[in-house]
């Protein structure tokens, strides 16, 4: 009877050979990911150790779609492995890139790259990203599990290990932080002083937080705005791309948001004057007709806006606590209290409403005005009689009990 033919990445019966005084061979067909079946040969004192040498082997050939990794690849050659054919030729923003790279390089690597991929247990797993918590906080540890997890997957599509390690580890919650926001008196407050504040006035900080606090952008995209994104007679204006610096190449306009898709968005009027006020200037914008380019005509970096606001609060200590960020959480929380939670996330493009609750919108400190929808659970004075509270009335009769005695 024929023998059936090998199922992919097994092998077939091991058979073992004397081949003189201390030396044994075994071998074993084994079927690589092409389809094609190879013998694979091993040698050793005894048939014993022969054989085990040569499952050792076959273990370590389980082929996948490069041929170059198995259960004994280091995790420090999976992550690289991973990231340049997983994530490099991706559509992902370039930051996120960087941000995985990062954590391969600052974390994973250090902390866990010599594991082999068979040895990167559950339990392995969870011991690295708990020790991640202690020494860097939640969000690194939350960045590095993403990775792990994206790596550890991509070696289960290539049958190397049977499940993904990452799935049965502890979750990762950051603790929730307090979302604050900025009144409107202090909005205005802040923008009074940055009109009258020379040296941001030299650096265009007060028109670019004017945008930032008129649309909830973040900064990147505040000083990637185009004229051609800006509708002044509609009064509208369209976030289209971010501004990032990428190694080797300088700063750059990225055609992308972080949320991946264009967002037109509705200036109140007192932005729109602002804008036209400034279109009226006509500063050159350099090759992207930017709004707020340098005085080169060249993209304005974001780390340049955010050392600018940095000395602006040196020299305004009012302002100490209150970052960029802060700004977008104000327009979120403006624009849920006016419109909901739906209306804010929809301004600060959010696909999730709840992510916005969460993050964007400063829970208010007092409850809302329902004295209208209460009133009617008023009732007609005297409809009920006045009684003593029962234990005084118990104490009384007691006091009573005992003159009588």
Same mark, same amino acid.
């Given at each position: 009877m024929a023998r059936p033919p090998l199922a992919l990445n097994t092998w077939g019966r091991i058979s073992r050979t004397r081949q003189?005084?201390? @030396?044994? !061979?075994?071998?074993? %067909?084994? %079927?690589? =990911?092409?389809g094609d079946t !190879?013998? !694979?040969? @091993?040698?050793?004192?005894?048939?014993?150790k022969a054989e085990?040498?040569?499952?050792?082997?076959?273990?370590?050939?389980?082929?996948?779609?490069?041929?170059?990794? =198995?259960p004994t690849t280091?995790? @420090?050659?999976?992550?690289?492995?991973?990231?340049?054919?997983?994530?490099?030729?991706?559509? @992902?923003a370039y930051n996120t890139k960087e941000r995985y790279a990062q954590a391969i390089k600052n974390q994973i690597k250090p902390g866990v790259g010599g594991l082999m991929i068979r040895e990167a247990t559950t339990a392995a797993m969870d011991r690295f990203l708990q020790a991640t918590i202690k020494k860097h906080g939640e969000e690194t540890a939350r960045g590095c599990r993403t990775v792990l997890s994206g790596m550890l997957g991509m070696a289960v599509r290539f049958d190397i290990i049977p499940a993904n390690p990452i799935r049965e580890v502890s979750r990762i919650t950051p603790q929730k932080a307090e979302v604050q926001a900025l009144t409107a008196e202090q909005v205005r407050q802040l923008r009074e002083q940055l009109a009258q504040d020379n040296k941001a006035l030299r650096g265009d900080l007060p028109d670019v937080i004017g945008v930032m606090l008129a649309t909830g952008c973040r900064v990147g995209e505040a000083v990637a705005v185009r004229w051609d994104d800006v509708d002044l007679e509609a009064g509208t204006l369209t976030i289209t791309g971010k501004i990032i610096r990428k190694k080797g190449v300088g700063i750059v306009r990225e055609d992308i948001t972080k949320g991946k898709k264009t967002t037109r968005l509705h200036l109140p009027d007192w932005a729109a004057d602002m804008l036209k006020a400034r279109a009226k200037r006509k500063l050159p914008g350099g090759d992207h007709n930017l709004v707020f380019p340098t005085a080169n005509a060249t993209p304005r970096e974001v780390r340049t806006i955010e050392h600018q606001w940095m000395m602006f609060r040196v020299r305004h200590t009012e302002w100490a606590g209150v970052t960029t960020r802060r700004f977008r959480k104000t327009v979120g929380t403006a624009t849920a209290r006016a419109l909901g939670a739906e209306a804010a996330a929809q301004q600060l493009a959010h696909s999730d409403p709840a992510l916005t609750r969460r993050r964007y919108i400063e829970e208010p400190d007092?409850?809302?005005?329902?004295?209208?929808?209460?009133?009617? &659970? =008023?009732?007609?004075?005297?409809? &009920?009689?006045v009684t003593s509270n029962p234990l005084t009335r118990n104490q009384e009769l007691g006091e009573a009990f005992d003159l009588c005695v």
């Amino acid at each position: 009877m024929a023998r059936p033919p090998l199922a992919l990445n097994t092998w077939g019966r091991i058979s073992r050979t004397r081949q003189g005084p201390g @030396r044994w !061979v075994a071998s074993a %067909r084994y %079927r690589t =990911s092409t389809g094609d079946t !190879v013998r !694979v040969r @091993r040698w050793a004192a005894t048939g014993a150790k022969a054989e085990r040498t040569l499952i050792d082997a076959l273990k370590g050939m389980v082929a996948t779609g490069d041929g170059d990794l =198995s259960p004994t690849t280091r995790l @420090r050659d999976l992550a690289d492995y991973w990231h340049r054919t997983q994530i490099e030729p991706s559509n @992902r923003a370039y930051n996120t890139k960087e941000r995985y790279a990062q954590a391969i390089k600052n974390q994973i690597k250090p902390g866990v790259g010599g594991l082999m991929i068979r040895e990167a247990t559950t339990a392995a797993m969870d011991r690295f990203l708990q020790a991640t918590i202690k020494k860097h906080g939640e969000e690194t540890a939350r960045g590095c599990r993403t990775v792990l997890s994206g790596m550890l997957g991509m070696a289960v599509r290539f049958d190397i290990i049977p499940a993904n390690p990452i799935r049965e580890v502890s979750r990762i919650t950051p603790q929730k932080a307090e979302v604050q926001a900025l009144t409107a008196e202090q909005v205005r407050q802040l923008r009074e002083q940055l009109a009258q504040d020379n040296k941001a006035l030299r650096g265009d900080l007060p028109d670019v937080i004017g945008v930032m606090l008129a649309t909830g952008c973040r900064v990147g995209e505040a000083v990637a705005v185009r004229w051609d994104d800006v509708d002044l007679e509609a009064g509208t204006l369209t976030i289209t791309g971010k501004i990032i610096r990428k190694k080797g190449v300088g700063i750059v306009r990225e055609d992308i948001t972080k949320g991946k898709k264009t967002t037109r968005l509705h200036l109140p009027d007192w932005a729109a004057d602002m804008l036209k006020a400034r279109a009226k200037r006509k500063l050159p914008g350099g090759d992207h007709n930017l709004v707020f380019p340098t005085a080169n005509a060249t993209p304005r970096e974001v780390r340049t806006i955010e050392h600018q606001w940095m000395m602006f609060r040196v020299r305004h200590t009012e302002w100490a606590g209150v970052t960029t960020r802060r700004f977008r959480k104000t327009v979120g929380t403006a624009t849920a209290r006016a419109l909901g939670a739906e209306a804010a996330a929809q301004q600060l493009a959010h696909s999730d409403p709840a992510l916005t609750r969460r993050r964007y919108i400063e829970e208010p400190d007092e409850g809302p005005d329902v004295r209208s929808a209460l009133e009617g &659970f =008023s009732i007609q004075s005297g409809q &009920f009689p006045v009684t003593s509270n029962p234990l005084t009335r118990n104490q009384e009769l007691g006091e009573a009990f005992d003159l009588c005695v």
